[in-house]
C-alpha cells in the first residue's frame, strides 16, 4: 500500500494504513538535503526505509509495536529556504501532536530535528530534553554560513533553552566544546562508551521527565551502518543503540524520535532493512516501557 504521495506505508506488506486517530505512532517522512558535507544520499533515506520496510516481521522478539498503530504521514514538503522548511517540519509535528500522538520523523539530513523541536515547542509542550546519539555534537553556531546545518542543528535546540545529554560523540572542534560548557551540555562521549561497551546510564536527576530521542546514524558504527554520509569510525554498536535507548525509556517518558542521516547503498539493501528495523524496534522500546 502507497501513501498519497506514493511512499510505501511502514510495514505495508503485514498492515493497512489506520485512521490517524487509532496510531500511536506517526511517521513523517523528510526527504530534506541541502547542507550535507560529505557524502550524499540522506533525502532518499525516508522512501527506502519505507520500502524495506515490507520485509520485517511484526513481531520483534519480545512484543508487536503495530499493535499500537502505526501511520505513515506523506512527506513534509522540503522545497524552499530552510527557514521554510523548518516551519513546514514544525507544522507536520504539530498535527500530529494535536491528535495526542507521538511523532516519528525520519530523514533526510540532521538539520530537520530543528523543525521537530520547533514543533513541540510552538505546540506548547513543556518541561522535555533531547537526548542524541550522533558522531558529531552539531554544536557549531552555523556551518559553511548556514544556521539551518546538520553541524549546527543542536545549537538551536539547546539555545532555545532545551536541556540536551549526548552519547557516542567522537567528532567535535574546540567551539562546540566551548558550547558544551556555555550550555551546559551533559555527555557520554564514545570513548567513554564504546571501549567497555557500557550499554545502560542514568540521567541527571534534573534532567526533564519527557524525552525527545534523536538518533544519528552515524552515531552507530560505520562497520554497522556505513550507509551515511558522515561516517566516523569507533561507534556504538547496534546492541549498545537499542541498550541505551532503551536506558533512556526506562528513566524517562519518550515523547517522539527521529532516525536521521540514513543514506541508502544502491545495491547493499542490508543497510536499508537495518534502518527499518531499527526504527521497528525503538517503536517496540517504546511500546514496552510506555508509563
Given amino acids: 500500500m502507497l501513501s498519497d504521495?506514493?511512499?510505501?506505508?511502514?510495514?505495508?506488506?503485514?498492515?493497512?494504513?489506520?485512521r490517524a486517530e487509532e496510531a500511536l505512532f506517526h511517521i513523517i517522512p523528510i526527504?530534506?538535503?541541502?547542507?550535507?558535507?560529505?557524502?550524499?544520499?540522506?533525502?532518499?533515506?525516508p522512501a527506502a526505509i519505507l520500502?524495506?520496510?515490507?520485509?520485517?516481521?511484526?513481531?520483534?522478539?519480545?512484543?508487536?509495536?503495530?499493535?499500537?498503530?502505526?501511520?505513515?504521514?506523506?512527506?513534509?514538503?522540503?522545497?524552499?529556504?530552510?527557514?521554510?522548511?523548518?516551519?513546514?517540519i514544525a507544522a507536520a509535528t504539530r498535527e500530529v501532536l494535536d491528535l495526542g500522538k507521538m511523532p516519528v520523523g525520519?530523514?533526510?539530513?540532521?538539520?530537520?530535528?530543528?523543525?521537530?523541536?520547533?514543533?513541540?515547542?510552538?505546540?506548547?509542550?513543556?518541561?522535555?530534553?533531547v537526548v542524541q546519539i550522533d558522531a558529531h555534537a552539531d554544536l557549531r553556531d552555523r556551518y559553511e554560513g548556514q544556521?539551518?546545518?546538520h553541524a549546527s542543528v543542536m545549537r538551536l535546540v539547546v539555545e532555545a533553552g532545551v536541556p540536551l545529554y549526548q552519547l557516542g560523540i567522537r567528532a567535535y572542534c574546540e567551539e562546540e566544546m566551548a558550547?558544551?560548557?556555555?550550555?551546559?551540555?551533559?555527555?557520554?562521549?564514545?570513548?567513554?562508551?564504546?571501549?567497555?561497551?557500557?550499554?545502560?546510564?542514568?540521567?541527571p536527576e534534573d534532567f526533564p521527565s519527557k524525552v525527545f530521542f534523536t538518533l544519528d546514524v552515524d552515531g552507530i558504527d560505520p562497520s554497522v551502518f556505513p550507509s551515511t554520509g558522515t561516517p566516523v569510525p569507533g561507534g556504538l554498536g547496534w546492541y549498545q543503540t537499542l541498550n541505551l535507548f532503551e536506558s533512556v525509556a526506562r528513566q524517562r517518558e519518550i515523547i517522539g524520535f527521529d532516525l536521521l542521516e540514513f543514506a541508502p547503498i544502491e545495491g547493499f539493501h542490508a543497510y536499508d532493512f537495518a534502518a527499518a528495523q531499527l526504527l521497528y524496534k525503538l517503536m517496540g522500546i517504546v511500546q514496552r516501557h510506555r508509563r
Fill in 5 to 18: 504521495n506514493d511512499y510505501p506505508i511502514f510495514l505495508g506488506s503485514e498492515i493497512e494504513q489506520p
Fill in 106 to 129: 525520519i530523514g533526510g539530513e540532521h538539520s530537520v530535528t530543528w523543525g521537530v523541536i520547533k514543533g513541540l515547542l510552538d505546540a506548547g509542550v513543556e518541561d522535555f530534553g
Fill in 179 to 203: 558550547a558544551r560548557q556555555k550550555y551546559g551540555v551533559h555527555y557520554l562521549d564514545a570513548h567513554q562508551l564504546v571501549p567497555t561497551n557500557v550499554q545502560e546510564f542514568e540521567l
Fill in 31 to 45: 526527504p530534506y538535503e541541502e547542507t550535507v558535507s560529505y557524502g550524499g544520499g540522506t533525502g532518499k533515506g
Fill in 147 to 149: 544556521k539551518h546545518s
Fill in 51 to 88: 520500502e524495506a520496510s515490507w520485509q520485517l516481521e511484526t513481531f520483534d522478539n519480545f512484543s508487536s509495536p503495530c499493535d499500537l498503530g502505526i501511520y505513515t504521514r506523506s512527506p513534509v514538503n522540503v522545497n524552499g529556504e530552510p527557514e521554510q522548511v523548518m516551519d513546514n
